[in-house]
């Protein structure tokens, strides 16, 4: 158990369909990521929330929705979803990333169990 | 911009073998993570490596650190099948915030 909860760990949607996946972290950190992984990119930041506040997206198609209402909760909206969407979705915390302060790891990140997603 | 570069990306070993997994990175860092991934499981944490000459081992892996050469090494020793996983290494990196920049990871497949 690391503090960091994803539901579902299992998702299949057909491309109209409307989902949602969730996070939830119970460390006190302040920032949160969603990251996909699939075979042909293991491990693609996508967005990033620091103090609720997006500071990151790495060009990720509309069709994803990222939504932070406070610290602790994090949201991706799936909407009008491709078939290489199919992917594992990983939801990651850190303490402060803001912060340079190098002897307190405060950009070690601590990952949810993941949402494995199948776009059908 | 940091690039993050393991290798091998696949390594298919016995038990029993030693073998190490190397990752290079491109820009100056004090300090380097090490992490594990299970199969269709989530990243788990083994290492961090805080300065330049740092060693670090729990059980058959242990890893070091040279902020010279910018370069980790992750050696596994006497290899058990247990031991099978994809390993990244991850490097921060400061762009207006910290983040963590991951190499592709090393897919380790250990035969009885």
């Known amino acids: 158990e690391t503090g960091v909860t994803q539901t579902p760990r299992h998702l299949v949607m057909g491309m109209t369909n409307k989902k949602s996946l969730k996070c939830e972290q119970h460390?006190?950190?302040?920032?949160m990521y969603w990251y996909k992984q699939s075979a042909k990119k293991p491990l693609e930041l996508m967005f990033v929330?620091?103090?609720?506040?997006?500071?990151e997206n790495n060009s990720v198609p509309s069709r994803f929705s990222p939504e932070c209402p406070n610290s602790s909760h994090l949201f991706l909206h799936l909407h009008t979803l491709q078939p290489e969407d199919s992917a594992l979705y990983l939801c990651?915390?850190?303490?402060?990333?803001?912060?340079?302060?190098?002897?307190?790891?405060?950009?070690?990140?601590?990952f949810g169990s993941g949402t494995q997603l199948s776009v059908l | 911009e940091l690039k993050v570069e393991q290798n091998p990306l696949f390594l298919s070993m016995q038990e029993g073998k030693n073998y190490t997994i190397y990752c290079n990175y491109s820009t100056t860092s004090d300090r380097l993570y090490w992490y594990r991934q299970d199969p269709g499981k989530s990243l788990e944490s083994l290492f961090v490596?805080?300065?330049?000459?740092a060693v670090k081992q729990e059980g058959r892996l242990m890893a070091s650190l040279d902020t010279k050469a910018r370069l980790s090494t992750l050696h596994i020793t006497a290899a058990v099948h247990d031991l099978s996983a994809t390993y990244f290494c991850?490097?921060?990196?400061?762009?207006?915030?910290?983040?963590?920049?991951f190499g592709q990871g090393t897919r380790l497949t250990i035969n009885p």
């Open positions: 460390l006190g950190h302040n920032a």
């Open positions: 991850a490097v921060p990196w400061f762009q207006g915030a910290q983040k963590l920049v």
């Open positions: 929330y620091n103090f609720k506040e997006q500071t």
């Open positions: 490596l805080l300065s330049n000459g």
């Open positions: 990651a915390s850190s303490q402060d990333p803001v912060s340079r302060d190098a002897g307190r790891f405060k950009e070690k990140l601590f």
